[in-house]
């Protein structure tokens, strides 16, 4: 496969956090946005089975179509294509003022054909759900002190490890007795049928 038609690395609604090797596309041209698009604007700029990885942090809970997001994210990927979304949990979703939603582990459930409850008509294989209760230490680091921020990190790092031995317990029951979890992160992956 040349370069020209390798498949291509997307990071959604980058930010101020522009990832080197993807092409990182945000609704406002600031340094290190590759491709200005508003991602509540469907269809994206890319081709059916054009992308190999798509990573989203901390954007799809400020759009309003999550499911209509997602269905666009699946003609994207290639078949095996990967998608790795962070978003806040719902125990602690709501800290910023533009949140719409917060998620729980149970949001994989809804790209499964044989979930009753719902299903999206796109399927997606889960892969992972990680919980984090001291989530974008690299934003933390600017308005902690050293102590503040190295306690919680440390204390996050226990969390957890406990949290993701059984995320789906976590995320619906024991998150409260430890203030929330800021996020919960989605690895899924694009069926190869």
Same mark, same amino acid.
């Given at each position: 496969?040349?370069?020209?038609?390798?498949?291509?690395?997307?990071?959604?609604?980058?930010?101020?956090?522009?990832?080197?090797?993807?092409?990182?596309?945000?609704?406002?041209?600031?340094?290190?946005?590759?491709?200005?698009?508003?991602?509540?604007?469907?269809?994206?700029?890319?081709?059916?089975?054009?992308?190999?990885?798509?990573?989203?942090?901390?954007?799809?809970?400020?759009?309003?179509?999550?499911?209509?997001?997602?269905?666009?994210?699946?003609?994207?990927?290639?078949?095996?294509?990967?998608?790795?979304?962070?978003?806040?949990?719902?125990s602690r979703g709501f800290t910023h003022p533009e949140h719409?939603?917060?998620?729980?582990?149970?949001?994989?459930?809804?790209?499964?054909?044989?979930?009753? #409850? @719902?299903?999206?008509?796109? !399927? +997606?294989?889960?892969? *992972?759900?990680?919980?984090?209760?001291?989530?974008?230490?690299?934003?933390?680091?600017?308005?902690?002190?050293?102590?503040?921020?190295?306690?919680?990190?440390?204390?996050?790092?226990?969390?957890?490890?406990?949290?993701?031995?059984?995320?789906?317990?976590?995320?619906?029951?024991?998150?409260?007795?430890? #203030? @929330?979890?800021?996020?919960? !992160? +989605?690895?899924?992956? *694009?069926?190869?049928?």
């Amino acid at each position: 496969m040349n370069k020209a038609t390798e498949p291509l690395k997307l990071n959604l609604g980058c930010g101020r956090f522009p990832k080197e090797g993807f092409i990182n596309v945000d609704w406002v041209a600031t340094p290190g946005v590759d491709r200005v698009h508003n991602l509540a604007n469907l269809p994206y700029p890319f081709e059916d089975d054009s992308v190999e990885l798509i990573e989203m942090d901390h954007v799809l809970e400020h759009l309003p179509d999550v499911f209509g997001i997602m269905r666009e994210v699946h003609r994207i990927l290639v078949p095996g294509g990967r998608v790795v979304i962070r978003v806040p949990h719902f125990s602690r979703g709501f800290t910023h003022p533009e949140h719409m939603r917060g998620f729980d582990a149970t949001f994989p459930y809804y790209f499964q054909p044989d979930f009753m #409850g @719902g299903y999206t008509g796109v !399927e +997606f294989e889960t892969e *992972k759900v990680v919980m984090t209760w001291f989530a974008q230490p690299y934003l933390k680091k600017s308005v902690l002190s050293p102590l503040a921020y190295h306690a919680g990190n440390l204390v996050g790092k226990v969390f957890d490890a406990a949290a993701n031995a059984q995320p789906l317990y976590c995320s619906r029951l024991w998150c409260y007795y430890v #203030g @929330g979890f800021e996020q919960i !992160e +989605f690895r899924m992956r *694009k069926p190869l049928r």
